[in-house]
């Protein structure tokens, strides 16, 4: 295990529903990240929490909403979904920002948009 | 255009084989490239990190190379084993200062009996 975990880990929910996703790293680190993989692409980074503080919203929808209530715990609230967001979403954490400093990412949430 | 392009996108290699995967990119400036190893239903988990002045970097039967000045590199896996079944990333830091990465789509390697 890396470390950090997610939960669910699989999640079906319809375009009205409202849920959440939870990511909690265990290893100390300053920094927590978002991503979404798609099938066959490039994973997408979502948004950036360093030392708490949101440091990059990379152009997601506001149907997406982080909260990062401490420097180990890190939600996305989901609300009104579209299809196309079905896709698996990866929690990160890395001890700074820069540098070499690895990216730790955790199992993942498998969401399946209906 | 994704400045990181991995090939081939699959390959199907026999037990006991050995296999070599392609990373291209195009990121500038450049820090650092890492490759990560991503098992189905688990999250990507790092092999090797190579930074401008390496060559070349073992992990076990996993070795990366990198030529900084054509801007490529190479994951070679040695006597492949069925566990070696999974995505393989390569993954590109830009400004050794910047938290954004650039990430390849990946080639899945299927190891088979």
């Known amino acids: 295990e890396t470390g950090v975990t997610q939960t669910p880990r699989h999640l079906v929910m319809g375009m009205t529903n409202k849920k959440s996703l939870k990511c909690e790293q265990h290893?100390?680190?300053?920094?927590m990240y978002w991503y979404k993989q798609s099938a066959k692409k490039p994973l997408e980074l979502m948004f950036v929490y360093s030392l708490e503080e949101r440091v990059e919203n990379n152009s997601v929808p506001s149907r997406f909403s982080p909260e990062c209530p401490n420097s180990s715990h890190l939600f996305l609230h989901l609300h009104t979904l579209q299809p196309e967001d079905s896709a698996l979403y990866l929690c990160?954490?890395?001890?700074?920002?820069?540098?070499?400093?690895?990216?730790?990412f955790g199992p993942g949430t498998r969401l399946t948009v209906t | 255009k994704n400045q990181v392009e991995q090939s081939p996108q699959s390959l199907i290699i026999l037990e006991g084989k050995n296999c070599t995967l392609q990373?291209?990119?195009?990121?500038?400036?450049?820090?650092?490239l890492r490759w990560y190893k991503q098992d189905t239903g688990r999250g990507p988990v790092s092999l090797t990190i190579m930074t401008f002045s390496e060559n070349t970097k073992s992990n076990g039967r996993y070795t990366a190379t990198l030529d900084a000045d054509t801007k490529q590199s190479s994951l070679h896996i040695t006597a492949s084993q069925l566990s070696d079944s999974a995505s393989y990333i390569c993954?590109?830091?830009?400004?050794?200062?910047?938290?954004?990465?650039?990430f390849g789509a990946g080639t899945t390697v299927t190891v088979r009996a």
């Open positions: 290893l100390g680190h300053n920094a």
């Open positions: 990373c291209n990119y195009t990121v500038s400036p450049f820090s650092n």
């Open positions: 993954v590109v830091r830009g400004g050794s200062n910047d938290y954004k990465l650039s």
């Open positions: 990160a954490s890395s001890q700074g920002t820069g540098g070499t400093y690895e990216q730790y």
